[in-house]
Every structure is written in C-alpha cells, then in structure tokens.
C-alpha cells in the first residue's frame, strides 16, 4: 500500500477568490475653452470722430471726384424737366453706387494706415461697381417699399442695410446674403445708427439751408449740387468707419484681419 494519503479537494466557498477588476474611470480634461473675444465699445462721438478725420486726410481727391460725379447728376434732377426724372435718378443711384465703393475702398485703407492713390481707389470702385450698384437697387427696393406701408418701417429697414455696401466689398457676399449680414451687425445698434445719421445729415442740412438766404436761385441749384457732394462724401466715409466698428464689436475683429479681408477685392 502506498503511504500517500488522498487528497481533497478544498470546498470552492473556502477557496481564495480572486477580486474582481473595477474599471476607474479616467478623469477627462475639458478642452480649452477659446479665449473670449476683446470687446470694443461703440460709440457715436467716437465714431464722428474718425469719419471727420478721414474726411479731412482725403478730403481733396474725396471731393473731386464725388463732386464731378454728383455735381451733374444734381443739376439733372433738380432741372424741372419732368421726362428726365427716372433717367435722374437712374444716374443718381449709379452715381452713388460708385461713390460709395471709391469712398469706402480709401476710408478702410486709411483705418490701417496707408493711403491709396486717387487712381487705385477708382480702379477698385470701378471694379467692384456691378456688385455694389445691384445690392444698392435692391436696397433701394426694400427701403422704398417699406416707406409706402409707413414711414417708420421704412426707416428701420433703411437702418437694418446702413452697411449693406461695406458688407458686400469686404465680405464678398451676394445680395441676400450681403443684406442677411447688415441686418445682423446692426441688430441692437439701430438707435447710435439713427443718431449717427442725424447728426450727419445735420450738417448738411445747415449747409444746403445757408444757401438759399444767400445767393440767387441758379446759384443755389448749383450749390445743392455741391453739398450733396459733400453730404454723399461724407455719407461713405461714416458709413465705412461704422462698419468698421461694428465688426469689431460683433466678431473682435482687429484692423490687420480686417485688412487682410479687404485686400481680396484687389487682386
């Protein structure tokens, strides 16, 4: 017989248990969040400000060319000849489509330091004319048959596109979206826009009423068609500083990315 004794085997309650592997979870590190964006103030003085310091910088070759543009197509209107009135203001809006481009071409060049040539900032209005004259019609559509419901919606839509035209230089937009676009960046600022064009068109005003009292009737056809000049000069350059600052209020824009943008419509 042999000597070794049987083994048992051990009851499997009795037997070490192995202890069961619990998954801890990883602690997972929010990503970074972007830093927030630099907020601009806006404000109306400030604003004015810079439209009247630009308009001086450039004022010589500003108000050559607004004058040789709208000097002529004032007189057309203003002659009293009624089979002319739509081919005046078919010439007016032109006119004042490609002022608008030239204007706001020269004022977002000066906001980043340099100053075009009077030749550069005609050759990029004419370059870009077809695009701003068919989003100033439209505009000019919207605004007018607004006007015929009331007055009131009329003003706010006109407020809505205050700078539809800078939107559609800089951003390279088509119409809708270039109007979709000015409505959004001047959502909550229609009240400064308001104030801004009354203050504005306030200068004006006061020119184009001191003529009146003062030189004769031919004179003063002459010399509305001067101020309208001036008015639509200065109309641009405020209108190009506004958006300008609302860029940067609404997407933290600085002047070299803004710059940058604008450069596209030169090449």
């Known amino acids: 017989m042999s000597d070794e004794s049987p083994v048992t085997a051990e009851p499997l309650e009795n037997q070490p248990t192995a202890e069961p592997v619990v ?6 590190i ?25 308009t001086k910088h450039n004022f010589v070759p500003f ?40 204007v ?4 977002i060049m000066e906001l980043q330091g340099s100053r075009p040539s009077t030749r550069t900032c005609i050759a990029t209005g004419f370059a870009q004319l077809g695009r701003v004259l ?29 700078v539809v035209v800078p939107v559609t230089l800089i951003e390279g937009l088509g119409i809708r979206a270039a109007m979709s676009r000015s409505r959004k960046l001047t959502d909550g600022r229609k009240g400064d826009i308001c104030l801004i064009l009354m203050l504005a068109s306030g200068i004006g005003i006061l020119l184009e009423a001191y003529a009146y009292p003062s030189v004769g009737h031919e004179a003063a056809i002459v010399w509305r068609g001067i101020v309208s000049a001036l008015t639509t000069m200065f109309f641009g350059v405020t209108v190009a500083v506004t958006y300008f600052e609302l860029r940067k209020l609404r997407d933290g824009l600085e002047v070299p990315a803004l710059a940058t943008a604008f450069a596209r419509i030169r090449k």
């Open 23 to 28: 998954d801890t979870p990883v602690e997972r």
């Open 30 to 54: 929010p990503p970074a969040s972007p830093p927030p964006k630099p907020q601009y103030p806006f404000r109306v003085l400030e604003v004015l400000s810079t439209a009247l310091r630009i």
């Open 63 to 102: 108000f050559l060319l607004t004058c040789a543009l709208q000097v002529p197509a004032t007189l057309l209107l203003l002659a009293g000849v009624a089979k002319y009135t739509v081919l005046a203001l078919v010439v007016q809006l032109f006119v004042n489509a490609f002022t608008q481009a030239v």
């Open 104 to 107: 706001a071409y020269g004022t």
């Open 134 to 162: 068919g989003v100033s019609f439209v505009s000019a559509l919207a605004i007018g048959g607004a006007m015929l419901l009331l007055v009131v919606p009329g003003i706010i839509v006109s407020l809505m596109l205050y």
